[in-house]
């Protein structure tokens, strides 16, 4: 499996904020199945950066079309070449 980096840039309307409980359970689902690694949002620029674990990606748009939101949605998708960080490391041994 291969890991991608969705950028998405969005906008927002009362429909928006009807799907938003729907999108929520979407990806609570993807974070569960480990399909996602990391999903942010931030409403001063309006935009998300998901990390996914796919095979292609078609199968990472296949991912995203499932999302209510989709429609509100501009979005590039990039495949990782190098992930780092405490979370991808072995922990610290601790020596007592």
């Given at each position: ?26 990806i ?20 998300a ?17 499932q ?18 960080g ?11």
């Amino acid at each position: 499996m291969k890991k991608f980096q969705v950028t998405i840039h969005f906008f927002m309307d009362d429909d928006f904020m009807q799907a938003l409980p729907e999108h929520r359970q979407h990806i609570d689902t993807l974070i569960r199945e480990g399909v996602i690694d990391l999903y942010v949002v931030t409403m001063e620029s309006l935009q998300a950066w998901i990390t996914f674990t796919a095979a292609s990606k078609k199968s990472v748009e296949k991912y995203l079309r499932q999302s209510p939101l989709f429609r509100y949605w501009n979005y590039e998708i990039a495949e990782i070449f190098v992930v780092d960080g405490p979370y991808y490391r072995l922990p610290v041994l601790q020596m007592n």
